[in-house]
């Protein structure tokens, strides 16, 4: 029901742009294969807004890496492993943490400023880290800054072509091996492009839910237009909800960092009760998916809509230099972080699975790369290990360079879509769309789920897949039609995994199977539904 091409095209009819790597996205995962790739190769970057605007940008924590003497990759790979709850993939998890402290390098040598400490790199903790091994910059501005760096280095770069403000509405194909793109201009007019590869970098898929800490262009576009051009898509059912965004009257869900508990901050019910020793022995520390479930449920047995966040035990100096940014968009809102104790509820944040990769960042489509929150590594398993995301995207950011250096040649594009005109416009107002999806997301498939809920919500959703058959020309349009397929993935997939399992909870199913499940779910346009089985090691 989800058609190969969301719009017609001649494409021997429209304008044509030859590069050799085409890079769509612009967070740390964009920008830096793109820097890497413009190194011997011509690169063009595609992005919806500004450069500067993406997830990376919001990304408060760190970047985690092994520099501590005290730490070690056996600590790094054993966090790891243990977050991801029984579905990471090893092979992918090795070479993340042993790669990561040279990516860390790597973004030093490209100007990125991360916090010192007596002249050494400044560590913390969050949680379900064992040690101290996140690395911050401006005190909770570390995406901001790494964003900072990495862009001025692209935009002075005479080998990177940036394209602000257009949308990549498919991927082209011709012979099984992804050829290029057809993308929108500002000005609405389409555009081929042709290289010899495709990396994508287009980030994660928050706005699915009604509440979420990721910006307005978090839309699925990525995955959605992968699995049209015949990749593989993995573990979209495990979405983490990050346990503490704002709740607050008038406030957006801003993101208050998991290194604020790191720092010693607790969680309190509206009783002012400290609960967390109720559900894990890490307390505030423990895996986020555990700490997102821990407040639904005070919650609930308390009738509220919020928990708080209590850090009054640091000095007012302290938590402005630690947390600048948290301070201050609190005190917009009359919230004092170092006296108050600050609302905060669960928000969709992060996409565990996305389009599946091999250990060089190659999808099962030829020519097609993945890198960052819209790919599947296998590193973050069901649940993310807090501030390996970034870590994740310099790594294997690396790795696709140096696979796609080797690809010199270019696959001929296609003459055109060879699909059935479209003539019907879209009649319902998008935004009353988009905002009935998200509803439906997060009454039927947020942080606690159920096979009925799922049922429900998954045919609540094919009553709008009349999106595909009409003629789509605006961006609002395009991104609901990627939000609509990305969503039926997820309600599939997490209707099919009969068990609890990271961050995907059943109540119908609240244990772990391992017996049963400790499998992958993957879809691919062609070959259906895929189940496949974790290797023990």
């Not at 796609?404 to 060879?418: F, G, N, Q």
Request: glycine share 8%.
């Amino acid at each position: 029901m989800i058609p190969r091409y969301l719009v017609d095209a001649d494409f021997k009819e429209l304008p044509r742009v030859e590069t050799d790597v085409i890079v769509v996205g612009a967070g740390i995962a964009g920008l830096f294969a793109a820097i890497k790739a413009a190194e011997e190769r011509k690169v063009l970057m595609i992005t919806k807004k500004a450069l500067t605007e993406s997830n990376t940008r919001y990304a408060q924590g760190g970047i985690a890496a092994v520099i501590s003497d005290e730490d070690s990759f056996a600590y790094h790979r054993q966090d790891t492993l243990i977050a991801g709850a029984g579905l990471c993939d090893h092979g992918s998890v090795e070479v993340l943490v042993h790669e990561g402290p040279e990516g860390v390098r790597d973004l030093i040598r490209l100007g990125t400023q991360f916090d010192l400490e007596n002249g050494e790199l400044a560590l913390t903790q969050e949680g379900a880290h064992s040690m101290r091994r996140i690395l911050h910059a401006h005190g909770d501005a570390t995406g901001a800054e790494i964003v900072r760096a990495l862009s001025e280095k692209a935009l002075q770069h005479p080998n990177i072509e940036v394209w602000h403000d257009h949308f990549v509405v498919d991927l082209i194909t011709n012979g099984g091996e992804c050829c290029g793109a057809l993308v929108i201009k500002p000005n609405g007019e389409r555009v081929v492009v042709h290289g010899s590869a495709t990396i994508l970098c287009s980030g994660g898929a928050g706005q699915l839910y009604r509440y979420t800490t990721n910006p307005d262009i978090a839309t699925g576009d990525g995955i959605s237009i992968a699995y049209r051009a015949g990749a593989s898509i993995r573990d979209v059912e495990f979405i983490q909800f990050h346990p503490t965004a704002l709740c607050y009257p008038g406030a957006p869900r801003f993101l208050v960092s998991e290194a604020v508990r790191g720092e010693g901050a607790v969680l309190r019910n509206i009783k002012g009760e400290r609960f967390m020793e109720r559900y894990h022995p890490q307390l505030e520390l423990a895996p986020r998916d555990i700490v997102a479930r821990a407040i639904i449920n005070e919650m609930e047995s308390t009738k509220s809509t919020f928990v708080y966040i209590d850090m009054t035990h640091e000095s007012t100096e302290t938590v402005k230099g630690r947390f600048p940014t948290i301070y201050e968009t609190c005190l917009q809102f009359g919230l004092d972080l170092s006296t108050d104790w600050i609302p905060v509820a669960p928000a969709a944040h992060y996409m565990m699975g996305g389009v599946e990769t091999d250990l060089h960042g190659e999808t099962t489509l030829k020519r097609l790369f993945a890198c960052g929150e819209v790919s599947s590594t296998g590193v973050h398993g069901a649940n993310r290990l807090a501030s390996n995301s970034l870590s994740e995207a310099i790594v294997f950011g690396r790795r696709i360079v140096d696979k796609v250096l080797m690809l010199k040649d270019r696959v001929p594009l296609p003459d055109s879509t060879e699909t059935e005109p479209r003539t019907e416009p879209v009649k319902q107002a998008i935004v009353e769309k988009r905002l009935k999806l998200q509803k439906i997301m997060l009454r039927y498939a947020g942080l606690k789920r159920s096979g009925k809920g799922l049922q429900k919500g998954y045919e609540e959703l094919k009553r709008q897949i009349h999106i595909f058959d009409s003629m789509l020309t605006k961006r609002e349009e395009l991104e609901f039609a990627n939000m609509l397929n990305l969503a039926l993935l997820v309600t599939r997939a997490a209707e099919m995994r009969e068990e609890s399992r990271g961050g995907h909870y059943r109540d119908d199913f609240p244990e772990r199977d391992d017996l049963m499940w400790r499998k992958h779910i993957a879809f691919n346009r062609e070959k259906g539904v895929m189940e496949e089985r974790i290797s023990d090691v």
